[in-house]
């Protein structure tokens, strides 16, 4: 009994550290050591949200081109909705198992690069013998580029263009005057209509970003200092924001702004319960999917009265870097190159509706829609502007801003309290 | 010779078999060593299991809680309790332990309610089991959305333009609508009301199970006692389901306590952190504001108030 017990349990105790060898071996496997197979052929891992907010199957046919004109490479395309792009990539970068190619938003890049997770491209670059100047923007960190944008969307004024009619609205609004009057009469209209939307929602925050800062970036604003500080106590912060909250107090504002998300917007707009919005030229397909009846025009946003400089233009990017963990970042930026050589960039940026990050490439307007004509239009009489780009923890203080808004706008304090608080906030996080 | 043997009976710690073949202290130092760790053998891929997805996960957050800025950081200094004082006096913090303490106390005890009070419903004899199987289903259908598309369903429901308010508006209830999500006033209330809504049919259909498995004998002692329905329901139905109205009360309390995919797809924590919970303070810690260490910290508290919740459930079970 004795001798048998002892075997049995050396067996077992045999097979559960074949179990744990096998299974160590497997966590292993998927990590860096079968990146390059005994052809010598290497498999990057390119995360990013893009391929599912592209036409189905176009983004798998730029990856085939480029393994075509790459034969020593394979890409594998981890392709999430952004949100999950980003929980993915956030805990990556916390355990330095980013993928090789990573899709990057401006708001992440100096969390993830103060985390050591994102190579330095300026010297990849470098050694690739890569000329930037071709690039129309970098996002650096203390002189070191740690993303590349590959394609941008901004974010113009969407105008109602049955709404604006039928309220006597004789012309789009181009200063906060004539704004502040169309709002007015289009909520006027009644019917569950009001004349703007504003998404404060705390969760995703980038209404700050999108529908509040960009009032003050295109009347020539910054919420920085010169030297990259929080600046929110300045003249031109307090008038955009008491300019904010009398559209507030006018009541032109839809209702539930404090937890209205960036999709309620669209869909309210969409559904022509609003007659104005700051949004994304990437939702012009959505909207018109949606909504085919729907009669709207894109336009700048409105400056302070007066104002004749160049508008700030808000702007995101699907920005690219790579992995400061990647075994093969040569054979990465071969990737990034293909992205941002003229062809390429020019094809993506088509089938994004966005415009090119590579200042040679042309988006194809021909195949697009008039709309985005015109937004390519303003976007080349405006500065694309987003200072939430480079900046740390970007997201909480797009949320403490937010959040002290959200008491300015319900009489809990006045603007000036909320700028000061949210001055202060943003210090002690900078 | 009596008295060794009576000397081993008397203690169950001592093998009660000796073999006397074999000379006392090898058959002491092998056979019960390879005898006891043969079960460890069988139970290993589980132990390995628990080990790897659950002890190591657990004791790496106790052990973030105690440094600064972990993960962030590649080298993070041992704090001590900072993270802890840091946590527990943010007002934020204290606001979500109120908050989740108003939501989980509310929500468990609606679901009792409601859930018992639908179980009664689908028992009854006075309903034909057509009709029961029909309202079966209607009761259960909230339960069987996932927690996504009741967060959608009661935005668009609570939308200061929706249904809610158009209804109320309609029958003169309402003077004119409330933005029932977006209003520091009303906004835990909502999210209180759409998390009883859709967690009441797990009490109904287990409290079901529970009516059901009470003898009728029981009720027919007490018709003869000439007991009314109302003495029935308190002096039958409630002991005899007690057992399981404690479980399931616990387990709730529990599980509202995590709650998170609501919150955060409904109204993300705010108006003006009115709907923060543990939950989402959480994670707004760790992925907004990259502080794992207070996040850390936080987690740790939750599943210390877990624990003790966990606790309660596990006595429970125990005197059953």
Same mark, same amino acid.
């Given at each position: 009994?004795?001798?048998?017990?002892?075997?049995?349990?050396?067996?077992?105790?045999?097979?559960?550290?074949?179990?744990?060898?096998?299974?160590?071996?497997?966590?292993?496997?998927?990590?860096?050591?079968?990146?390059?197979?005994?052809?010598?052929?290497?498999?990057?891992?390119?995360?990013?949200?893009?391929?599912?907010?592209?036409?189905?199957?176009?983004?798998?046919?730029?990856?085939?081109?480029?393994?075509?004109?790459?034969?020593?490479?394979?890409?594998?395309?981890?392709?999430?909705?952004?949100?999950?792009?980003?929980?993915?990539?956030?805990?990556?970068?916390?355990?330095?198992?980013?993928?090789?190619?990573?899709?990057?938003?401006?708001?992440?890049?100096?969390?993830?690069?103060?985390?050591?997770?994102?190579?330095?491209?300026?010297?990849?670059?470098?050694?690739?013998?890569?000329?930037?100047?071709?690039?129309?923007?970098?996002?650096?960190?203390?002189?070191?580029?740690?993303?590349?944008?590959?394609?941008?969307?901004?974010?113009?004024?969407?105008?109602?263009?049955?709404?604006?009619?039928?309220?006597?609205?004789?012309?789009?609004?181009?200063?906060?005057?004539?704004?502040?009057?169309?709002?007015?009469?289009?909520?006027?209209?009644?019917?569950?209509?009001?004349?703007?939307?504003?998404?404060?929602?705390?969760?995703?925050?980038?209404?700050?970003?999108?529908?509040?800062?960009?009032?003050?970036?295109?009347?020539?604003?910054?919420?920085?200092?010169?030297?990259?500080?929080?600046?929110?106590?300045?003249?031109?912060?307090?008038?955009?924001?008491?300019?904010?909250?009398?559209?507030?107090?006018?009541?032109?504002?839809?209702?539930?702004?404090?937890?209205?998300?960036?999709?309620?917007?669209?869909?309210?707009?969409?559904?022509?319960?609003?007659?104005?919005?700051?949004?994304?030229?990437?939702?012009?397909?959505?909207?018109?999917?949606?909504?085919?009846?729907?009669?709207?025009?894109?336009?700048?946003?409105?400056?302070?009265?007066?104002?004749?400089?160049?508008?700030?233009?808000?702007?995101?990017?699907?920005?690219?870097?790579?992995?400061?963990?990647?075994?093969?970042?040569?054979?990465?930026?071969?990737?990034?190159?293909?992205?941002?050589?003229?062809?390429?960039?020019?094809?993506?940026?088509?089938?994004?509706?966005?415009?090119?990050?590579?200042?040679?490439?042309?988006?194809?307007?021909?195949?697009?829609?008039?709309?985005?004509?015109?937004?390519?239009?303003?976007?080349?009489?405006?500065?694309?502007?987003?200072?939430?780009?480079?900046?740390?923890?970007?997201?909480?203080?797009?949320?403490?801003?937010?959040?002290?808004?959200?008491?300015?706008?319900?009489?809990?304090?006045?603007?000036?309290?909320?700028?000061?608080?949210?001055?202060?906030?943003?210090?002690?996080?900078? | 010779?009596?008295?060794?043997?009576?000397?081993?009976?008397?203690?169950?710690?001592?093998?009660?078999?000796?073999?006397?073949?074999?000379?006392?202290?090898?058959?002491?130092?092998?056979?019960?060593? !390879?005898?006891?760790?043969?079960?460890?053998?069988?139970?290993?891929?589980?132990?390995?299991?628990?080990?790897?997805?659950?002890?190591?996960?657990?004791?790496?957050?106790?052990?973030?809680?105690?440094?600064?800025?972990?993960?962030?950081?590649?080298?993070?200094?041992?704090?001590?309790?900072?993270?802890?004082?840091?946590?527990?006096?943010?007002?934020?913090?204290?606001?979500?332990?109120?908050?989740?303490?108003?939501?989980?106390?509310?929500?468990? $005890?609606?679901?009792?309610?409601?859930?018992?009070?639908?179980?009664?419903?689908?028992?009854?004899?006075?309903?034909?089991?057509?009709?029961?199987?029909?309202?079966?289903?209607?009761?259960?259908?909230?339960?069987?959305?996932?927690? $996504?598309?009741?967060?959608?369903?009661?935005?668009?429901?609570?939308?200061?333009?929706?249904?809610?308010?158009?209804?109320?508006?309609?029958?003169?209830?309402?003077?004119?609508?409330?933005?029932?999500?977006?209003?520091?006033?009303?906004?835990?209330?909502?999210?209180?009301?759409?998390?009883?809504?859709?967690?009441?049919?797990?009490?109904?259909?287990?409290?079901?199970?529970?009516?059901?498995?009470?003898?009728?004998?029981?009720?027919?002692? !007490?018709?003869?006692?000439?007991?009314?329905?109302?003495?029935?329901?308190?002096?039958?139905?409630?002991?005899?389901?007690?057992?399981?109205?404690?479980?399931?009360?616990?387990?709730?309390?529990?599980?509202?306590?995590?709650?998170?995919?609501?919150?955060?797809?409904?109204?993300?924590?705010?108006?003006?952190?009115?709907?923060?919970?543990?939950?989402?303070?959480?994670?707004?810690?760790?992925?907004?504001?990259?502080?794992?260490?207070?996040?850390?910290?936080?987690?740790?508290?939750?599943?210390?108030?877990?624990?003790?919740?966990?606790?309660?459930?596990?006595?429970?079970?125990?005197?059953?």
């Amino acid at each position: 009994m004795a001798q048998s017990g002892a075997k049995l349990l050396k067996r077992l105790l045999g097979a559960a550290t074949a179990v744990v060898l096998l299974g160590t071996a497997a966590c292993g496997g998927s990590g860096s050591s079968e990146s390059t197979d005994s052809s010598g052929t290497v498999t990057l891992e390119f995360a990013q949200w893009w391929a599912p907010e592209l036409p189905e199957g176009s983004f798998d046919q730029l990856i085939a081109e480029f393994e075509q004109q790459n034969p020593n490479i394979k890409v594998k395309a981890l392709s999430a909705p952004y949100a999950s792009t980003k929980q993915q990539l956030v805990s990556g970068a916390a355990s330095r198992t980013l993928p090789d190619v990573v899709g990057l938003d401006g708001a992440w890049v100096n969390d993830f690069a103060k985390q050591g997770a994102l190579a330095d491209m300026t010297s990849i670059m470098a050694e690739a013998k890569y000329d930037p100047k071709e690039l129309v923007s970098q996002v650096q960190l203390e002189g070191k580029t740690y993303m590349i944008p590959v394609v941008n969307f901004v974010y113009p004024l969407f105008v109602n263009e049955d709404l604006t009619a039928k309220a006597g609205v004789k012309k789009v609004p181009t200063n906060r005057t004539e704004f502040m009057d169309a709002a007015k009469k289009t909520t006027a209209l009644g019917g569950n209509v009001s004349g703007w939307a504003l998404p404060l929602d705390t969760a995703v925050p980038v209404g700050v970003q999108n529908d509040v800062m960009s009032w003050l970036w295109a009347s020539g604003g910054s919420m920085l200092t010169p030297d990259g500080k929080p600046n929110l106590t300045s003249p031109e912060m307090q008038s955009t924001v008491e300019y904010i909250k009398s559209l507030n107090d006018a009541g032109v504002i839809a209702p539930g702004s404090l937890t209205m998300k960036e999709q309620d917007k669209v869909e309210k707009f969409t559904n022509g319960q609003v007659a104005m919005v700051i949004d994304s030229l990437a939702h012009v397909t959505l909207i018109k999917k949606n909504n085919p009846k729907l009669k709207f025009s894109i336009n700048p946003i409105p400056a302070t009265d007066g104002y004749t400089g160049k508008r700030g233009l808000p702007y995101a990017s699907w920005g690219i870097g790579i992995a400061e963990s990647s075994e093969h970042k040569a054979e990465a930026f071969k990737l990034v190159q293909f992205l941002m050589s003229q062809k390429t960039n020019s094809q993506l940026s088509t089938l994004a509706n966005g415009f090119p990050g590579n200042n040679t490439s042309e988006p194809d307007l021909s195949k697009s829609d008039p709309l985005f004509k015109t937004a390519f239009d303003i976007y080349k009489q405006s500065v694309p502007t987003n200072e939430f780009v480079g900046m740390a923890k970007s997201e909480d203080l797009m949320r403490s801003f937010d959040e002290n808004l959200q008491l300015a706008l319900t009489d809990k304090q006045s603007v000036t309290d909320a700028l000061n608080k949210s001055q202060q906030a943003w210090s002690s996080l900078n | 010779m009596d008295q060794p043997e009576l000397k081993t009976r008397g203690n169950p710690m001592s093998s009660p078999v000796t073999d006397a073949s074999q000379p006392p202290a090898r058959s002491r130092g092998r056979r019960p060593t !390879a005898k006891s760790l043969t079960p460890f053998g069988y139970l290993s891929p589980t132990l390995i299991l628990i080990l790897v997805l659950m002890v190591i996960p657990i004791v790496m957050v106790i052990s973030y809680s105690f440094k600064d800025n972990v993960i962030v950081e590649r080298n993070p200094v041992f704090t001590g309790l900072a993270n802890y004082a840091t946590v527990l006096t943010d007002p934020t913090f204290l606001t979500a332990i109120k908050n989740t303490l108003i939501f989980i106390t509310i929500s468990t $005890a609606a679901h009792l309610v409601l859930g018992l009070t639908f179980a009664m419903l689908l028992n009854t004899t006075v309903l034909g089991g057509v009709t029961k199987a029909v309202f079966r289903i209607i009761y259960i259908l909230p339960w069987l959305f996932t927690i $996504a598309v009741v967060a959608v369903i009661w935005r668009l429901m609570l939308d200061p333009y929706g249904v809610v308010n158009y209804i109320l508006t309609s029958v003169h209830a309402l003077q004119e609508g409330v933005d029932w999500l977006g209003s520091p006033s009303t906004a835990l209330w909502a999210v209180t009301f759409i998390n009883i809504w859709s967690g009441y049919p797990f009490f109904m259909i287990s409290l079901l199970a529970g009516l059901q498995g009470i003898s009728t004998d029981l009720y027919e002692a !007490a018709a003869v006692d000439g007991a009314s329905p109302v003495q029935k329901f308190l002096h039958v139905t409630i002991p005899q389901l007690r057992p399981v109205l404690i479980s399931m009360a616990v387990l709730d309390l529990i599980w509202t306590s995590q709650q998170f995919a609501l919150i955060w797809m409904t109204t993300g924590g705010g108006p003006l952190g009115a709907t923060e919970m543990l939950s989402t303070y959480t994670y707004k810690q760790a992925f907004s504001s990259y502080e794992f260490s207070t996040a850390s910290a936080s987690a740790v508290i939750v599943l210390l108030i877990s624990m003790i919740l966990a606790l309660f459930y596990v006595r429970q079970q125990r005197v059953r």
